[in-house]
T-cell receptor
Framework: AQKITQTQPGMFVQEKEAVTLDCTYD???????LFWYKQPSSGEMIFLIY??????QNATEGRYSLNFQKARKSANLVISASQLGDSAMYFC????????????FGTGTRLTIIP | DAGITQSPRYKITETGRQVTLMCHQT?????MFWYRQDLGHGLRLIYY???????DKGEVPDGYVVSRSKTENFPLTLESATRSQTSVYFC??????????????FGAGTRLSVL
């Protein structure tokens, strides 16, 4: 079985600073994908970024990047130049067993950006 | 592109009643999922479906029933609602975006209260 651990229940960051949200994972499957989702206070789940286990480079998507350290089994989300609109819950998720496409989620980190 | 539509958005019911949450996707994609979100647990998979007439249990299936007679619809039924089923329910379906296969995209959620 796979598992995601997000050890930071909450974080407070000054606006315009960079922020790193931690995510560690556990799986015995050599092929897997890691996802980050954002959930603002309005409640919807928004896909942010994806990293495949065989991808040679760390994923980037605008101000989001993924610090993927395979040997440490970590996939931290980095948000550069944080904005007030980044205040939200952030969930890390893993997908293994390609063919059923199931995601296993962590418990999330609540990020608050301070003006 | 309506994507994924969940209804109702809010529902209040009483213990013992049957409740059906609806999910409709416009992409005609194979995979659909039901998750529940509870404080401290992140999102947990209830049931998923790989195609019409193919469903399988997730992590927390007890007390729930699903069906999928048409590719675009995936209703979730609570046959006899209990207070422990008070939660926010998310439906998801997969879509290939930017070369990444089968990213899960979520509906807006249904907030269910069982009194």
């Amino acid at each position: 079985a796979q598992k995601i651990t997000q050890t930071q229940p909450g974080m407070f960051v000054q606006e315009k600073e960079a922020v790193t949200l931690d995510c560690t994972y556990d799986t015995s499957d050599p092929s897997y994908g890691l996802f980050w989702y954002k959930q603002p206070s309005s409640g919807e789940m928004i896909f942010l970024i994806y990293q495949g286990s065989y991808d040679q480079q760390n994923a980037t998507e605008g101000r989001y990047s993924l610090n993927f350290q395979k040997a440490r089994k970590s996939a931290n989300l980095v948000i550069s130049a944080s904005q007030l609109g980044d205040s939200a819950m952030y969930f890390c998720a893993i997908r293994t067993n390609f063919g059923n496409e199931k995601l296993t989620f962590g418990t999330g980190t609540r990020l608050t950006i301070i003006p | 592109d309506a994507g994924i539509t969940q209804s109702p958005r809010y529902k209040i019911t009483e213990t013992g009643r049957q409740v059906t949450l609806m999910c409709h996707q416009t992409w005609s994609h194979s995979y659909m999922f039901w998750y529940r979100q509870d404080l401290g647990h992140g999102l947990r998979l209830i049931y998923y479906s790989a195609a019409a007439d193919i469903t399988d249990k997730g992590e927390v299936p007890d007390g729930y029933v699903v069906s999928r007679s048409k590719t675009e619809n995936f209703p979730l039924t609570l046959e006899s609602a209990t207070r422990s089923q008070t939660s926010v329910y998310f439906c998801a379906s997969t879509k290939t975006t930017g070369g990444i296969k089968n990213i899960q995209y979520f509906g807006a959620g249904t907030r269910l209260s069982v009194l």
